[in-house]
């Protein structure tokens, strides 16, 4: 006779060192790894996820906190977002803060974590476009070896990453650049939503150039290196006087051409695309009277 | 003693007073117990099997793996219930499980008690259903002319309304379609409850609903259970907007419970809650307005097709009230409205907030905007003009007996100053957290709408409320079915039998199908007349039994005593008698209150069917990012035709969050259904108004006329909010950006692409 199925228990690891983590990960590399929880218990509520056994990382102290060294800012992938909102990091990654800011609801930001926004992998996340635009370093740990991948090579496609069974990230390395920052995000409601678009730019003086990240037109984060070449060319650098109306126009528009997105119920691809012109142009107009040195 | 009495007297208020919930702060506080949190030592828990599919035959059930589960207690099919096979509100046509065919997705299949929600899981997915996936129906203008797919047919209700001469036009007209999506009620509570089999055979059912006794008999039968052993006691209600009017597990609890002989628990995950309950009807409307050069109106056609979807449900009603008010809260001596509402494989729709009344609104004052344009008129001076008084006729031949003030409602909002400055900080803008728009990218809109709803039971229906009222040892205990799901009942019950009887302490008990008949539905703004009725009429027969009592006792005249504070006083001097030394010995009185009767529609859907109305009107103010399609809704201001005000507290929460779902409806909630499919079954993709989406509610004005009849003069105020709130918004959007914008939501797309082209 078949035997019945069985519930079987699961175990839960509540880590209190990284070593202890990559311990657990190591003897049961299938584990899920829970930080914030904000994605993961969405999926197990929902019934798409069968919880198996976890590895808990939000009591690691080497996870938490930030620290400036020299002129790169390094953050514990247990960072939450209402962290990353603080005035402090505000004023060295501006547009992180406003990405954090759009981040659900307070009690979201009080526990979602930026290491898990990156491992979720979303291409709605809201501090990707952010992070790509910023080239941002990843710090990759396990058992045995630790290793270094930017964000734009880590996230491999939708919800999918280069993570290694038994790894995890251990914090996010991002340059304090000299200019103004700008991150813009469309949905349909005004707090608390889901990113149709999204757009970061990033003014980087001492490169002379612009950055731009883009998010929820792509499966993965997307840099419009393209757009950014092109304006970056036609900036005053020196005296920052404002490009022609035109440069801000063709701007936009090679940024909506470097979208790739798709339909789906929440928006479709043309607005997606549509969206991303417009936040292109607004944010690019913010930042350009900006630009030139103080 | 004395003193103490005092000291109550001050903080307990009366009609009229702000009456604080003592819900208020354990809900905001979390401790406040819901009906998700009832717990049994001995519980087991439910869970549901659901239809994938909009529309299949069923081959097959084998459950036999799901009942191999460990911990698995019973697996139900249509097979094990005991009476009836069907439940519904008006008509029984919706099965406990579905038995040979599936309707709708997420149409209840089995049902399973084990001893964790995991084994629930588990055995859930584990029973084979074979399906044979059929063709759904999901457009509602194919649906009488397509195969039934119900016995009942796919014809729920036509209402064809002829009302006076239909050979009057006018000198202009206007004419326009309009479409309305499916709103959730989105409450946040999920549906949940908690059977407990009895020794006697019977059952008690703890359940978050809106009618106790409606939902009893409907339990009774497909238990085959005598209605005396089905005893239901109201759980704490999370929200319910209409859709805890039909079942949903009540049934199914019974089932397992009375099957394992366990109390069994059950509780609905947000996504199963999408698909556990009734819906706002989608609609689909067409209108053609006549008037003369002065503005008078002179005719309205109307052709109006609602999805009802694959049960009836409450459509029968919902139509009915969508074409006796279609032409809204104005003097239209011609008419020809022809509603129907059909049967289709989509979710299942029934009653929300507003009843029918909320498409209609959203249709007739977009119509009204568009008159006022082709006459060259202001758009409030046309409303006034045509706007409806006591001893008019309505749509249906009825004459408006009772208060209608209209033209007061209409000019107090018109007239009111507006606070809204421009905002300057992207948060406060269209976008808001998102940061997209700067004040340049904004244009500015400003509308307003008027609208109505008749309140308490229509049509010939025998509408009822029962309550009793026992006075002891200074104490008033209160005794009524009536279902609290936030609108204020408890507090009104209190403050009307300290009004009435002049008692401090009040005790409002349980509300249960045990002791006590029913108080009819929390629903159609009824409950403040119904329920705030009888309790009305019992305290004042134990008012009147207790001071002929004193009187005969003390030789006075009944008629020179009055009860106030506490006391029992002679107005001619000489007597006062403490409350709690005079009812020593208990004073009891029941009564079974009932509104004026109504009767039906007749073929040609003219009668006296309704028995007071309510009307409001709210004028909106948003900011509009056109490039962007994203709204910002600034202001509403608002006046109501409240009768009286009895809560001001409450009243003002009324106002508030009717209007909020109006904006959701305007700008944003519609249950997305592709194929017959939910495509957005969650708070995360289902939104509803949060903070920066919800502006301030300014009240310009509580129109108080007291309506004959009606407790304290008072009407119900809960569902005028939500009716003229999202035809302003929509209105406003308009006026902003000069599109037609003929469907609500309105969708950034229909405002960035108007000709459709995404």
């Known amino acids: ?294 | 003693m004395t003193d103490l009495a005092i000291s109550k007297r001050t903080a307990a208020p009366r009609i009229g007073e702000d009456t604080p919930r003592p819900d208020g702060v354990p809900k905001v506080a979390g401790t406040f117990a819901f009906s998700s949190d009832l717990h049994h030592d001995r519980m087991l828990w439910g869970g549901t099997l659901r239809s994938p599919h909009p529309s299949a035959r069923i081959r097959s059930v084998d459950i036999s793996a799901a009942v191999a589960v460990t911990g698995v207690h019973a697996v139900l099919t249509h097979e094990d219930v005991p009476g009836s096979l069907v439940y519904g509100l008006e008509h029984r046509d919706q099965p406990v499980l579905a038995p040979d065919v599936v309707r709708y997705e997420g149409e209840p299949v089995a049902i399973v008690a084990a001893d964790s929600p995991e084994a629930v899981r588990m055995a859930v997915d584990a029973i084979a259903v074979d399906y044979e996936p059929l063709d759904p129906l999901v457009d509602p203008d194919l649906a009488e002319r397509a195969d039934p797919i119900h016995p009942d047919g796919n014809l729920v209700r036509r209402i064809n309304l002829i009302h006076g001469d239909q050979d009057v036009r006018g000198e202009v007209q206007v004419e326009g379609t309009y479409e309305v999506g499916m709103q959730d009620q989105a409450f946040l509570g999920p549906e949940s409850g908690m059977a407990v089999p009895a020794e006697d055979g019977g059952i008690d059912l703890y359940v978050a609903t809106q009618w106790l006794h409606s939902d009893r008999d409907q339990v009774a039968d497909c238990l085959g259970l005598d209605p005396a052993l089905v005893r239901l006691t109201l759980s704490g209600v999370g929200g319910a907007f209409g859709a805890r009017e039909d079942l949903s597990l009540h049934v199914h609890l019974c089932m397992l419970a009375l099957h394992t002989r366990r109390p069994v628990k059950m509780v609905y995950s947000r996504e199963e809650s999408f698909h556990g309950h009734v819906h706002r009807h989608p609609a689909r409307m067409w209108f053609r307005h006549h008037a003369d050069r002065d503005g008078s109106i002179v005719r309205v056609e109307s052709r109006l097709v609602l999805d009802g979807g694959a049960y009836a449900s409450s459509s029968g009603a919902v139509i009915a009230n969508a074409a006796c008010f279609a032409a809204g809260p104005y003097r239209v001596p011609s008419a020809h409205i022809d509603g129907a509402v059909v049967r289709t494989n989509n979710p299942p729709c029934g009653a929300m907030r507003g009843f029918g009344a909320v498409q209609t609104c959203f249709a007739h004052e977009a119509q009204m905007d568009r008159l006022a344009d082709a006459l060259g008129m202001d758009p409030v001076e046309l409303r006034l003009h045509n706007a409806l008084a006591p001893g008019d006729e309505l749509l249906t031949g009825q004459t408006i007996t009772g208060t209608a003030p209209v033209a007061e409602v209409i000019r107090t909002c018109a007239d009111h100053p507006s606070g809204a400055s421009m905002a300057v900080d992207p948060m406060e803008l269209p976008g808001g957290a998102g940061r997209t728009a700067d004040p340049e990218h904004v244009v500015r809109g400003e509308a307003f709408a008027v609208g109505f709803k008749n309140i308490l039971f229509s049509e010939g229906f025998d509408d009822f409320s029962e309550a009793s009222c026992h006075l002891a040892d200074g104490v008033a205990t209160i005794t009524s079915a009536c279902a609290e799901v936030g609108q204020g009942f408890v507090t009104l019950a209190q403050q009307i039998t300290r009004e009435v009887l002049g008692v401090d302490d009040v005790v409002l008990l349980p509300a249960s199908t045990v002791g006590i008949g029913s108080a009819g539905s929390t629903s159609a703004s009824r409950q403040t007349w119904m329920s705030g009725g009888a309790i009305q009429e019992a305290c004042g027969q134990v008012r009147v039994q207790l001071l002929e009592r004193l009187a005969v006792k003390h030789g006075v005249d009944a008629d020179d005593l009055v009860v106030a504070d506490g006391r029992v006083v002679s107005m001619a001097g000489g007597l006062e008698i403490d409350l709690v030394e005079a009812t020593a010995e208990p004073i009891e009185a029941s009564v079974v209150f009932r509104h004026a009767p109504t009767l039906p529609l007749d073929e040609n859907g003219q009668g006296d069917a309704h028995v007071s109305f309510a009307f409001s009107a709210h004028r909106a103010i948003v900011d509009v990012d056109v490039e962007l399609g994203l709204v910002k809704v600034v202001e509403l201001t608002t006046s109501q035709d409240v009768g009286r005000v009895l809560n001001p507290l409450q009243t003002v929460g009324q106002l508030e969050g009717g209007a909020a779902q109006g904006v959701g409806l305007a700008v944003m909630e519609e249950v997305l259904v592709q194929g017959g499919r939910i495509r957005n079954a969650s708070f995360t993709d289902y939104l509803v108004p949060t903070a920066l989406d919800m502006p301030p509610v300014e009240i310009a004005a509580l129109i108080e006329e007291a309506e004959p009849g009606a407790p304290f003069g008072a009407k119900g105020i809960g569902e005028p909010p939500s009716i003229s709130s999202t035809a302003a918004v929509a209105a406003a959007i308009r006026n902003a950006t000069g599109l037609d914008l003929p469907r609500v939501p309105v969708r950034p797309t229909d405002i960035v692409f108007p000709e459709g082209a995404a």
Not at chain 1, 12 to 19: D, M, N, P, Q, R
Not at chain 1, 156 to 177: D, F, N, Q, S
Not at chain 1, 189 to 212: E, K, T
Not at chain 1, 217 to 233: F, I, K, M, W
């Open chain 1, 1 to 294: 006779m078949l035997n019945g199925r069985q519930h079987v228990g699961v175990s839960v690891t509540i880590a209190t060192s990284l070593e202890d983590a990559c311990a657990a990960l190591t003897a049961e590399p299938g584990s899920l790894v829970l930080a914030g929880g904000t994605d993961l218990m969405v999926e197990v509520n929902r019934g798409s996820r069968r919880i198996g056994n976890v590895v808990a990382l939000n009591r690691i102290p080497e996870l938490a906190g930030w620290h400036l060294i020299g002129d790169e800012l390094r953050l514990g992938a247990g960072v939450t977002f209402a962290e990353i909102c603080d005035p402090e990091i505000a004023a060295l990654v501006p547009a992180l803060a406003q990405a954090a800011r759009t981040v659900g609801s307070p009690q979201i930001r009080n526990a979602a974590t930026i290491g898990g926004n990156i491992a979720t992998a979303s291409p709605a996340g809201d501090s990707i476009p952010v992070l790509a635009a910023l080239d941002a370093v990843l710090e990759l740990r396990s058992a045995e070896a630790s290793r270094e991948v930017p964000v734009t090579e880590f996230i491999t496609g939708v919800k999918a990453t280069c993570l290694m069974p038994g790894e995890l990230i251990e914090a996010v390395r991002v340059p304090v650049l000299d200019g103004p920052q700008e991150f813009c995000k469309v949905g349909p409601r005004n707090a608390m939503v889901i990113s149709v678009a999204s757009l970061a730019l990033l003014v980087d003086r001492s490169a002379r150039r612009i950055r731009v990240g883009l998010g929820s037109v792509a499966p993965t984060p997307l840099r419009a290196t393209q757009a950014e070449d092109h304006v970056s060319g036609h900036l005053d650098w020196d005296n920052g006087v404002p490009p022609r109306l035109e440069v801000v126009r063709e701007f936009a528009e090679l940024v909506a051409s470097s979208a790739s997105p798709i339909d789906d119920h929440r928006g479709s691809a043309a607005y997606r695309r549509h969206a991303v012109r417009i936040l292109a142009q607004r944010s690019l107009t913010r930042v350009l009277n900006r630009v030139s040195p103080s």
